[in-house]
């Protein structure tokens, strides 16, 4: 199966800083595109999603949030944090078929 | 409006089962694949299943094999998680969630409001 490691599993940030999220495969998750998505998740709901094929955004997402890929690692970016941005994020695979989510990245106020 | 609704969880003894609903509006099942994904209490998700929307391929993360069945019933547009053999580590919050496209690997774009599944004496 392929793990994701996510970085950094919590972050304390302050109203307009720039935050940003690591991901890292096990093996190759690209092919034709990055199978890569990112998800935001609230207290007590579902996830949300952000971000898919590394740095595509899904309709309705603000465009503070940024996807790339560096070699094998894979970054969200929040360019200007918002209240309603303190959550918790995830990246997932979509390359294979037995999906995986990375640990989590938990966004808190400094 | 695409919807998923969920129903079915609850309380239920180490052993026991419990069959998980997930109710589609808006879309065909049959044109995308769905998935399960829960999380625990306190934790981060985890994929549990896939089903294509034929029902002619599915998927199981390996501590649910051999218990738990992925299934559809495209005549009432429903996705189903057949849990048998539940242990206190199944307890969590249990998400249906759509993959985009007709493809395998699209994202997760919708998602039902979740159902909390708990194991216990």
């Known amino acids: 199966d392929i793990q994701m490691t996510q970085s950094p599993s919590s972050l304390s940030a302050s109203v307009g800083d720039r935050v940003t999220i690591t991901c890292r495969a096990s093996?190759?998750?690209?092919?034709?595109?990055?199978?890569l998505n990112w998800y935001q998740q609230k207290p007590g709901k579902a996830p949300q999603l952000l971000i898919f094929?590394?740095?595509i955004l899904q309709s309705g997402v603000p465009s503070r949030f940024s996807g790339s890929r560096s070699g094998t690692d894979f970054t969200l970016t929040i360019s200007s944090l918002q209240p309603e941005d303190f959550a918790t994020y995830f990246c997932?695979?979509?390359?294979?078929?037995?999906?995986?989510f990375g640990q989590g990245t938990k966004v808190e106020i400094k | 409006e695409v919807l998923l609704v969920q129903s079915g969880g609850g309380l239920v003894q180490p052993g026991g089962s419990l069959r998980l609903s997930c109710a589609a509006s808006?879309?065909?099942?049959?044109?995308?694949?769905m998935s399960w994904v829960r999380q625990a209490p306190g934790e981060g998700l985890e994929w549990v299943a896939n089903?294509?929307?034929?029902?002619?391929?599915?998927y199981y993360v390996d501590s649910v094999k051999g218990r738990f069945t992925i299934s559809t019933d495209n005549a009432n547009n429903s996705l189903y998680l057949q849990t048998n053999s539940l242990r206190a580590e199944d307890t969590a919050v249990y998400y249906c969630?759509?993959?985009?496209?007709?493809?395998?690997?699209?994202?997760?774009?919708?998602w039902g409001q979740g159902t909390l599944v708990t194991v216990s004496s």
């Open positions: 808006g879309f065909t099942l049959s044109g995308n694949w």
């Open positions: 089903i294509k929307g034929d029902g002619s391929e599915k």
């Open positions: 997932q695979q979509s390359y294979s078929v037995l999906r995986t």
């Open positions: 969630a759509r993959a985009r496209g007709p493809g395998s690997q699209g994202p997760y774009d919708y």
């Open positions: 094929a590394a740095s």
């Open positions: 093996q190759t998750i690209s092919s034709d595109k990055d199978y």
